[in-house]
């Protein structure tokens, strides 16, 4: 089985100062590893993923996620955030299997960005 | 990426009576899956539809209280059954992208039930 574990529920900080959202897996099988994003009444969209190969991925609106094996980490920055970053951002992993792949998805965390 | 619209948005109901979401795809797809996500926490997987088979439910919960339809490759359902205030949750539905490691979330229908 798998679990995934976002060790912060909010994250308040200032616009323009960099951001860490930590997340952790636990899983017996290889897995995939995403971000997903919530906006305020909006539906979830995919931010990130790791498949394979680099360890760093980049979104296009400056987010960066590294997985980590050794520490079954794969935590989401961003060097300088934006008022229109606020939002719910969700980890997620799915463990390979050759078929269709369920979401397990960690308890969120709510990131808050002030002026 | 897959676009998917969801009906209704939100709905206010009364326990005791039933309401369905609809979730329709603009391309075909072949696995849709609907969520829950009860106020403040994360998303969880409810069951897995599949065109033209039964849908195939996740541990907790069940057909009589959840039941889907999946008539075609563009179109899902979700019935929430003999509503209760616990049932007050925001239903996405998501379905396979082109890789099947993807999935791509609908807006949500967020159910008060009072």
């Known amino acids: 089985a798998q679990s995934v574990t976002q060790l912060d529920s909010q994250v308040p900080v200032f616009e323009e100062a960099p951001v860490e959202l930590r997340c952790n897996y636990s899983s017996s099988v290889s897995v995939y590893l995403f971000w997903y994003v919530q906006y305020p009444n909006q539906g979830l969209q995919l931010l990130l993923k790791y498949l394979s190969g680099s360890t760093l991925v980049k979104s296009i609106n400056g987010f960066e996620a590294e997985f980590n094996k050794s520490q079954t980490s794969f935590h989401l920055r961003k060097p300088s955030v934006h008022i229109s970053d606020t939002a719910e951002y969700f980890c997620a992993v799915t463990p390979f299997s050759g078929g269709y792949n369920k979401l397990i998805f960690g308890a969120g965390t709510r990131l808050a960005v002030h002026p | 990426s897959a676009v998917i619209s969801q009906k209704p948005s939100r709905d206010i109901c009364q326990r005791g009576t039933s309401l369905t979401i609809q979730c329709q795809v603009d391309?075909?797809?072949?696995?849709m899956f609907w969520y829950r996500q009860q106020p403040g926490q994360s998303l969880t997987l409810i069951a897995t539809?599949?065109?033209?088979?039964?849908?195939?439910?996740e541990s907790g919960f069940v057909i009589d209280k959840f039941p889907i339809s999946r008539p075609n490759l563009t179109f899902s359902t979700l019935t929430v059954s003999n509503m209760s205030p616990e049932d007050s949750s925001i239903y996405l539905c998501?379905?396979?992208?082109?890789?099947?490691?993807?999935?791509?979330f609908g807006p949500g229908t967020r159910l008060t039930v009072t």
């Open positions: 998501s379905v396979e992208g082109d890789r099947n490691y993807e999935q791509y």
């Open positions: 539809a599949n065109q033209g088979s039964e849908a195939t439910y």
């Open positions: 391309s075909q797809v072949t696995m």
